[in-house]
Nanobody, 124 residues
Framework: QVQLVESGGGLVQAGGSLRLSCAAS????????LGWFRQAPRKDREFVAA????????DYADSVKGRFAISRDDAKNTVYLQMNSLKPEDTAVYYC?????????????????WGQGTQVTVSS
């Protein structure tokens, strides 16, 4: 079992930046591949970014490529999502997720553990 807690969300103007953090406790953080997903009102949860267990492989949704960056710090049991050039369509609740595998997944159903989410609101 691993517990995940997101932080860093808030209200920002279009073009601004935020850095989300997801702190983990419980089992060995370095054993997990990690992902960020988001869900806007009346929409399905969608993939944003993911990072492999080693940190050597990452992937991004097309809508955030070149603007967002995922990273992990196993010494701090934390995964980050740096979000730059934010757009109003990035507004959503952002969730981090973990799965006890080497490789990440782009599918939210393939993650075992979830945080409670953090709200990101981008004003135009």
């Amino acid at each position: 079992q691993v517990q995940l807690v997101e932080s860093g969300g808030g209200l920002v103007q279009a073009g601004g930046s935020l850095r989300l953090s997801c702190a983990a406790s419980g089992r060995t953080f370095s054993n997990y591949a990690l992902g960020w997903f988001r869900q806007a009102p009346r929409k399905d949860r969608e993939f944003v970014a993911a990072i492999s267990r080693s940190g050597g492989s990452t992937d991004y949704a097309d809508s955030v490529k070149g603007r967002f960056a995922i990273s992990r710090d196993d010494a701090k049991n934390t995964v980050y999502l740096q979000m730059n050039s934010l757009k109003p369509e990035d507004t959503a609740v952002y969730y981090c997720a973990a799965r006890p595998t080497v490789a990440y997944s782009l599918t939210f159903r393939e993650y075992n553990y979830w945080g409670q989410g953090t709200q990101v609101t981008v004003s135009s």
